[in-house]
T-cell receptor, first 114, second 110 residues
Framework: DAGVIQSPRHEVTEMGQEVTLRCKPISGHDYLFWYRQTMMRGLELLIYFNNNVPIDDSGMPEDRFSAKMPNASFSTLKIQPSEPRDSAVYFC????????????FGPGTRLTVT | QQPVQSPQAVILREGEDAVINCSSSKALYSVHWYRQKHGEAPVFLMILLKGGEQKGHDKISASFNEKKQQSSLYLTASQLSYSGTYFCGTDSSNTGKLIFGQGTTLQVKP
C-alpha cells in the first residue's frame, strides 16, 4: 500500500490567497483526520470524518477553514483567505476502525503564508 | 484537556534507559504513543487500551494506569535511531479521537 498521500508537500502563498490541501487516505480506512502542527501549539486535531461524514470539527480555528470528503478516497482542507498565522505543517491521517487502531499519518504539507 | 508529558526533553547515551510520562485530567479509554523525527510524520509505536490490551512495537514497552489516567513509555538500551520527539495521544471520549501532548524530545548520543 502507498500509505496516506498528501499534496502538495510544500505550499508558499501570499496572505489573502485561497489554499487547498489534498489527502488520499489508505484504501479501506473508515476514518480520516486533519491535524495542524506548529511549534507553539503542537499537534492539533482540526476535524475528522467517519465514512466521509464530518464527525467533529471543533478544532477548526475559524470560518476561513473548511474541509470536505466527497468520497472514501479523497479529502480537502481549504483556507480562504489565508493569513500568515496559518503557516504550519498540516497532516492528514487515516485509521481502519473506531478505537484500538493506530492512525497512519501522511507526509504532511508545509504551508507558508507570507 | 491536553495531556501533560514529562520530561520535556531528555539526552541519553547509547545503551541508557529512559521513561516518558503522560498524564491526563480526564478518564481515558486509550493512550497512543507516536514518535516523530525532524521533518517527518509521526509514526505509531503503541496503543494501550482500557482493560489492559496493548498493541505495538516489540522493542518498546509501556504501561497504562487507568485509575490515575497516566501512561509511561519505557525505552530500554536506547539506540541512536530512538532520537526524535515522542507524543502521547489520549482518547477520553471512546471515539478514537486523540488529543496529543506537547511532546518529549529525546536525543541519543553515541
Amino acid at each position: 500500500d502507498a500509505g496516506v498521500i498528501q499534496s502538495p508537500r510544500h505550499e508558499v502563498t501570499e496572505m489573502g490567497q485561497e489554499v487547498t490541501l489534498r489527502c488520499k487516505p489508505i484504501s479501506g480506512h473508515d476514518y480520516l483526520f486533519w491535524y495542524r502542527q506548529t511549534m507553539m501549539r503542537g499537534l492539533e486535531l482540526l476535524i475528522y470524518f467517519n465514512n466521509n461524514v464530518p464527525i467533529d470539527d471543533s478544532g477548526m480555528p475559524e470560518d476561513r477553514f473548511s474541509a470536505k470528503m466527497p468520497n472514501a478516497s479523497f479529502s480537502t482542507l481549504k483556507i480562504q483567505p489565508s493569513e500568515p498565522r496559518d503557516s504550519a505543517v498540516y497532516f492528514c491521517a487515516s485509521r481502519p476502525g473506531q478505537r484500538g487502531y493506530e492512525q497512519y499519518f501522511g507526509p504532511g504539507t508545509r504551508l507558508t503564508v507570507t | 484537556q491536553q495531556p501533560v508529558q514529562s520530561p520535556q526533553a531528555v539526552i541519553l547515551r547509547e545503551g541508557e534507559d529512559a521513561v516518558i510520562n503522560c498524564s491526563s485530567s480526564k478518564a481515558l479509554y486509550s493512550v497512543h504513543w507516536y514518535r516523530q523525527k525532524h521533518g517527518e510524520a509521526p509514526v505509531f509505536l503503541m496503543i494501550l487500551l482500557k482493560g489492559g490490551e496493548q498493541k505495538g512495537h516489540d522493542k518498546i514497552s509501556a504501561s497504562f494506569n487507568e485509575k490515575k489516567q497516566q501512561s509511561s513509555l519505557y525505552l530500554t538500551a536506547s539506540q541512536l535511531s530512538y532520537s526524535g520527539t515522542y507524543f502521547c495521544g489520549t482518547d477520553s471520549s471512546n471515539t478514537g479521537k486523540l488529543i496529543f501532548g506537547q511532546g518529549t524530545t529525546l536525543q541519543v548520543k553515541p
